[in-house]
């Protein structure tokens, strides 16, 4: 039962699968089929080559299901979230160390629209902050996105943390601001992430640098401009959630469903 409960498509529990066994009555005349131990490793190494250039690779989906990595067991182990999109349901992704580089793979070369988040583990993560702004005078672009990239590396060269200057680099991904107005005033839009590879934290010390980085930009704000943002609203705390997350790159970002 146990074998089978890791190795189930359906993500059946082991102690249910028992129940279900112990109900059934014993025919002498019945085939038994033997169980493929679960430690047979279904996926390639982590080690093997890289496809050549031009290999198709099957898509992501079929590969998750293929190596039974999609699952829809709250109580699962997950490293990722696939969001409920249109018609498609919420489902969990558990990708084990040693197909992480194939899952990257695959998911590189899907043509397909995906929406993928990162399981954020509480435990430990690299730090990231998600800035949404809905509404300011400026796009947060070129020396803006600059300077708050500097603020953020600042406060994480201090308390709570005091990380190393080399542990400090930040990568944005950002999508171009959107023009909009508010109270007939025209404004923008505007959506980014920052990545900081290696700082790793947990949920309380990253709710403490979000918190640090908020009273930082309101304390030192952007010198080319009206900096008319309330950072402490435009920096999202609930990413840091346990079952939360961030979306992954090339993801769509989904709302109740609609993209």
């Known amino acids: 039962a146990k074998a089978c409960g890791e190795r189930s498509a ?3 529990p082991a102690r249910v699968q028992s129940a279900m066994w112990r109900r ?4 002498a005349d019945a085939a038994v089929l033997g169980v493929l131990p679960a430690v047979v490793d279904l996926a390639p190494s982590a080690s093997s080559a890289p496809p050549c250039p031009g290999t198709l690779l099957e898509p ?5 299901c293929t190596h039974h990595f999609i699952h829809r067991d709250k109580r699962r182990r997950r490293t990722h979230l696939q969001m409920h999109a249109g018609d498609a349901p919420l489902a969990f992704i558990n990708v084990p160390p040693r197909a992480r580089r194939d899952f990257l793979l695959h998911y590189a070369a899907d043509p397909g629209p995906t929406f993928l988040c990162e399981a954020l583990d509480p435990r430990g993560f690299r730090f990231f902050v998600d800035v949404d702004i809905p509404w300011s005078s400026s796009a ?4 803006r996105l600059v300077w708050l990239a500097r603020a953020l590396q600042r406060v994480l060269q201090c308390p709570p943390l005091n990380e190393r200057p080399e542990r400090c680099r ?7 601001a959107v023009a ?6 025209a404004g923008f839009r505007s ?8 700082v790793i934290v947990h949920t309380e010390a990253a709710l403490a640098v979000r918190a ?3 009273r930082q930009l309101a304390r030192e704000p952007w010198e080319g401009g009206a900096d008319d943002v309330d950072w402490d609203a435009a920096l999202d705390p609930g990413v840091y959630n346990d079952g939360c997350g961030l979306r992954m790159l090339g993801s769509l970002k989904v709302k109740r469903g609609a993209v």
Request: aromatic residues 4%; charged residues 15%.
């Open 60 to 64: 992501l989906n079929q590969w998750l």
């Open 212 to 214: 640090a980085l908020a």
């Open 180 to 185: 909009t107005e508010r109270g007939g005033v």
């Open 24 to 27: 059934w009555e014993p025919d």
């Open 170 to 176: 930040v990568v944005v991904t950002a999508a171009r």
């Open 140 to 143: 947060l672009d070129g020396a």
């Open 191 to 198: 959506g980014v992430h920052l990545h900081v590879p290696g």
């Open 10 to 12: 359906h993500a059946i």
